[in-house]
């Protein structure tokens, strides 16, 4: 895609005469290092930002490695981590360094051509943050602007690092508070702002970005996404709008709709574009919530320099199935009914493919890719969905919704090739059931989503079982955005399969849950080739060239949510651990890696049931709604957490209670839990974990 950079670039000449001048919105431009006019128009062979440019299109114009010659792609390095948990940072390159965040927020260095380690810093996490994240301890990327390198941590704080030495500019924390809120995604940077959100809905967060001076970390300027208490006043008038459509009080839990990944610049209309998350509670009668909640589950438009509001649009309207609206949005320009558009182009979880004016948020189209149930249609002119009466699950029976909850798009990048002209998705084929839970009551710890796990867990049965393992699968599709129809697709056995790369060279390179890196060609979805990774890959790959030679980089390592929280469907695509690394490929390339070390058998041999079925329940609705996400539905853990079933503490009442209500392994990132349960409770959690996992040897004696 071509910017409109011309108009920038004239913006900083006058600055040329020194590094660093403040703009209008009192933020330091860059005028050497990296630069805007650079990641808007990114010199050949350089990956400069998390989706390369500003226009998030994931598209390479490198060609040395193409649909003729890919299949001589080999090993030219790797590395590996010492954090064993799911990876999802694109890796940036410039000036010959490439750079990596992984798990834990921390940020590495290497030598892009030889894999050489320049430098590694550790923001030294505290483990006890994992309580407060949703969906494992990752993140996403860093960015480059100027002479630093910036990262959000787990914890909450934005920081800036020196690009030579790793060493520390400044820290800040910039969370409203750090029982509620993380940051798992990765930075922009735009004319000396670094913007960034937070995760959180699953809490009791209140959404917003913020932009911050990058040479002080000083707030620069703050959008909230979702209305605080009217009792207090409004930010502004879009807040008092957004009021308007809630209900209840909404403020107690603090609404959600977190700011947690998405977040595109586009320089033609100097408009920062964002996507925001669910409403919270998921379940609206836990809180009383009514109408169609603004801004959650939305694409919102803010002024670049004041964060001023410029435009919305809700593509779930009262989301009550956390559809978060959250995933990549990137600009292209597509010759629309005749007339050449700059457009929006967005696949959130609900299952749709959006595209929106650029300038206005005018709805253009709404297309499903997967199969929809929580709604009978979308509005033409509006582009307003219609909810199924039904998939108000509050309202009467447990619903099952396709899409489910990980989305029918989750936060794993797309990409847009302006030569296919064509939206490559990793797309989940994946249902949830959702029902409400009865009397329900907000808590100090964990999911506050007035959700009832133990009602839809996963039951101990075989057909059950096998039916929902068939259903659930994934696809890489390709998806013309313009006539409104998928070009090709490759249906893959699992879900949670990795981000996407295209290039000029007609290729589509896409890392899978089974542990595969495989690249297609562009066009027409043939498999050209793969290399196996030793494990999953859920994270994005990015390409960059030096001295002439072009090399493909990708993250490995399973984790993520769909690994955490998932049960039995964790390991739909192959039981597998984590090993978590860099791998980086070039044209023959000679590189090998290590054997793989065996997988442990885990042999299920829990104590006898001896509580009563009342006590089971009891601990299983607890287990449901303070457990699951990271231990696994139905107590079946994927690769990453423990899976209680097989803990030695299942005869031991009283370790099961130092662990849970006494904190014992707090610093592993189990704290404790005596803000909600009692030491009873945790007995009846250990009664459900032995009947559960009975119910599972006596399935697999079968």
Known sequence: ?????????????????????????????????????????????????????????????????????????????????????????????????????????????????????????DPEVPRETLVRACCDAVNRGVALYGDKVFVGTLDGRLVALDQKTGKVVWSKVVVPNQQDYTITGAPRVVKGKVLIGSGGSEYKARGYIAAYDVNTG??????????????????????????????????????????????????????????????????????????????????????????????????????????????????????????????????????????????????????????????????????????????????????????????????????????????????????????????????????????????????????????????????????DPVARKAAWKVELPSPSNGGILSTAGNLVFQGTAGGDFVAYSADKGKQLWSFPAQSGIIAAPMTYAIDGEQYVAVMVGWGGVWDVATGVLAHKAKKQRNISRLVVFKLGGKATLPAAPPMAKMVLDPPPFTGTPEQAKAGGELYGRYCNVCHGDAAVAGGVNPDLRHSAALNAPEAIRSVVIDGALQHNGMVSFKSALKPEDADNIRHYLIKRANEDKALEAR
């Not at 440019?53 to 040395?64: A, H, I, N, V």
């Not at 010492?82 to 834990?104: C, F, K, N, V």
């Not at 629309?336 to 959130?348: C, E, S, W």
């Open 218 to 479: 000083n707030e620069v300027w703050k959008f909230h996404t979702v209305p605080g208490n009217p009792a207090d006043g409004f930010e502004n008038k879009a807040m008092e709008n957004a009021a308007k459509t809630w209900a209840g009080e909404w403020w107690k839990l603090g609404g959600g709709g977190t700011v947690w990944d998405s977040i595109t610049y586009d320089p033609t209309t100097n408009l920062v574009l964002f996507g925001t998350g669910n409403a919270e509670p998921w379940n609206p009668a836990a809180s009383g919530r009514e109408g169609d909640s603004l801004y959650t589950s939305s694409i919102v438009a803010v002024n670049a320099d004041t964060g001023e509001y410029a435009w919305h649009f809700q593509e779930t309207p009262e989301d009550r199935w956390d559809f978060d609206s959250a995933q990549q949005i990137t600009l292209a320009d597509l010759n629309i009914g005749g007339q050449q558009r700059h457009v929006v182009l967005h696949a959130p979880k609900n299952g749709h493919v959006y595209v929106l004016d650029a300038k206005t948020g005018q709805f253009i189209s709404a297309t499903p890719f997967v199969m929809v149930n929580w709604a009978t249609g979308i509005d033409p002119n509006t582009g307003k969905a219609t909810v199924n009466p039904a998939a108000r699950y509050e309202k009467g029976a447990p619903f099952v919704s396709l899409p489910g909850a990980v989305g029918a798009h989750s936060w794993q990048p797309q990409s847009f090739s302006p030569k296919t002209g064509l939206l490559y998705l990793p797309v989940n084929n994946a249902a949830f059931p959702y029902a409400a839970a009865k009397d329900w009551k907000a808590t100090d710890i964990g999911f506050q989503t007035g959700l009832d796990g133990y009602v839809t867990a996963m039951p101990a049965d075989a057909k059950a079982r096998s039916a929902a393992m068939s259903a659930t699968t994934g696809t890489l599709l390709a998806w």
């Open 1 to 121: 895609m071509r910017f409109k950079v011309l108009g920038l670039m004239a913006a900083l000449l006058p600055l040329a005469a020194c590094n660093i001048k403040s703009d209008g919105g009192g933020a330091g431009v860059a005028t050497a290092g990296v630069t805007d006019a650079m990641i808007a128009q990114v010199p050949e062979g350089e990956w400069l930002s998390y989706g390369r440019d500003y226009g998030e299109q994931r598209f390479s114009p490198l060609t040395q490695v193409n649909d003729s010659n890919v299949g001589q792609l080999g090993l030219a390095w790797f590395h590996d981590l010492e954090t064993a948990r799911g990876q999802e940072a694109t890796p940036l390159m410039h000036d010959g360094t490439l750079y990596i965040s992984t798990a834990w927020s921390m940020v590495k260095a290497f030598d892009a051509k030889t894999g050489a380690l320049k430098w590694s810093y």
